[in-house]
């Protein structure tokens, strides 16, 4: 596919350093011999567009017989996004979803009201060595779907737009970007990109976005003249024509963004809320356990334990 995303999408150093509002340096966490970098929240940025929370899994290794656990746990107001670059893991959720998800692939699950999970590697992945390394977000909801009903979608790697230009490959994971629409169901203007680049390509972020970062995963990229390496994360000004350079030996990026919202959430755990009184009854019903009686059940395959409320 041939791409011209913008007429004069300009060079790195014809905007001004100023035009990078904030740079986040992510907080490591070790999660018990498998690490993860938090880019959002963070201290001067809750959100870019509806993106609050991002984290970087990995890289991690494991033995025969190791993996991923993450027992059965509750969301609401949000919706995750998960993307790997390598590995796999088996997605199990209350709404009857069981899906295996691999590198390129989307798993896309909208908690609105309220939604149970379990992330675990597969039984064939545990027959011997194997490695993980992905992101995964949640998206804040608008106050108008935080009470929709839960839902799920996952689409292949190849039902994902793809956008090629002369050093760039990019796939649209989510929202809209360069002409092109990815196929999940959103709920608010949003932008989501794994984008590789060639040794100095030099890529324009989308202009018709009001809020856009960037998310460096492997390599480095300039912009006015200062190198940013992987793992740092930039949000740029709004209304400024950004164009990256990669530097010698090419960037993996994810670029991210869209509309704000009408104000900032509250996030208590893997509660994210507009208001603190939803997140209250929220861990009042977890604490209580009540499976199938009111906003939360356990996934049908996955029922004999969960996460109690910390």
């Excluded at 991002?54 to 998960?82: C, K, N, S, Y």
């Excluded at 935080?146 to 039902?159: G, L, Q, V």
């Amino acid at each position: 596919m041939s791409w011209n995303p913008a007429l004069t999408p300009g060079c790195p150093d014809a905007i001004g350093a100023d035009a990078i509002e904030t740079l986040i340096i992510p907080r490591a966490r070790d999660l018990g011999g498998f690490e993860v970098r938090r880019a959002l929240p963070a201290p001067k940025r809750q959100m870019v567009g509806p993106f609050i929370f991002f984290d970087q899994m990995g890289p991690a290794e494991f033995l025969t017989d190791q993996g991923i656990d993450v027992r059965p746990h509750p969301h609401i107001g949000l919706g995750t996004v998960t993307y790997l670059y390598r590995g796999s893991f088996q997605h199990q959720d209350s709404t009857g979803a069981d899906q295996i998800i691999t590198p390129g692939a989307l798993n896309w699950m909208v908690a609105g009201r309220g939604v149970t999970h379990s992330e675990r590697s597969p039984e064939a992945v545990r027959a011997g060595p194997s490695s993980l390394l992905g992101i995964q977000t949640w998206i804040a909801l608008p106050e108008t779907h935080e009470d929709i009903a839960p839902s799920f979608e996952h689409h292949a790697a190849t039902a994902l737009p793809e956008i090629r230009d002369q050093g760039i490959e990019a796939r649209l994971i989510l929202g809209r970007a360069y002409g092109e629409v990815a196929p999940a169901t959103m709920h608010s203007d949003t932008f989501y990109l794994d984008v590789t680049l060639a040794a100095r390509a030099r890529f324009p972020l989308p202009v018709d976005h009001e809020d856009r970062g960037l998310y460096i995963t492997e390599g480095s990229v300039s912009i006015a003249g200062q190198e940013f390496q992987a793992g740092q994360m930039m949000v740029f000004r709004p209304g400024d024509a950004i164009t990256v350079a990669a530097g010698d030996r090419g960037a993996r990026l994810m670029a991210l963004g869209g509309a704000t919202l009408n104000g900032p959430r509250h996030i208590w755990w893997n509660f994210v809320a507009s208001s603190r009184e939803r997140i209250e009854v929220a861990k009042q019903e977890w604490r209580e356990a009540r499976w199938g009686q009111g906003r939360f059940d356990l996934p049908p395959g996955d029922r004999d334990e969960h996460i109690p409320l910390p």
